[in-house]
């Protein structure tokens, strides 16, 4: 992961203080982020959201946020985040603001998508389908498996302990 740190001092969510890291993430210098809004960072249709964010319980320093969102960069194109901020508390015990961290989860995102897409193609399919591990053991079938062989998935899985996929299939 690629991670960048930023901290927000008022209730507004200006940002006060950005890494070089955070700037190469945005796509901007780091003397344009601070200063400027952390609605910014996310879709116009979300910045509404910050509001929402820097909503942390002020009576519990304790308390954070942690979400993966949608995040924009300054030339407009999106990127997936994982942030994780908390209330900024110094050494007198006065809260400052918000203390945070993005890790760049695009890639992360990305496989979740394709694994959902498979999921659904297996449950969906017309076609028999059986999951099998590298040795040929049947790890899973889908329902047309079922219904085209007879067999159940607790027969299968039952079966899978002894017999291979070829065994199945003719």
């Known amino acids: 992961f690629r991670r960048v740190l930023f901290r927000s ?12 890291r955070m700037a190469e993430m945005f796509g901007c210098p780091v003397n ?3 200063g400027s809004d952390c609605g910014n960072l996310l879709p116009p249709e979300h910045r509404g959201d910050i509001c929402q964010l820097l909503q942390i319980d002020t009576a519990d320093a ?5 979400s993966d969102r949608l995040f924009y960069r300054s030339d407009q194109t999106s990127f997936w985040g994982h942030l994780t901020a908390r209330r900024f508390v110094d050494t007198h015990g006065d809260q400052s603001g918000l203390v945070g961290v ?5 890639v ?63």
């Open 62 to 66: 304790e308390s954070a946020l942690d």
């Open 32 to 34: 344009s982020l601070i």
């Open 108 to 170: 992360r995102k990305a496989a979740e998508e394709k694994n959902q897409l498979a999921a659904s193609v297996f449950l969906h399919a017309r076609e028999g389908i059986t999951i099998t591990a590298a040795d040929g053991t049947i790890i899973d079938v889908n329902d047309a498996f079922t219904r085209i062989t007879g067999y159940s998935r607790e027969e299968v899985q039952q079966a899978a302990r002894i017999a291979h996929a070829d065994d199945f299939v003719s």
């Open 9 to 20: 001092v008022n209730e507004r969510g200006c940002i006060t203080q950005a890494n070089q």
């Open 102 to 106: 993005i890790a760049d989860i695009t």
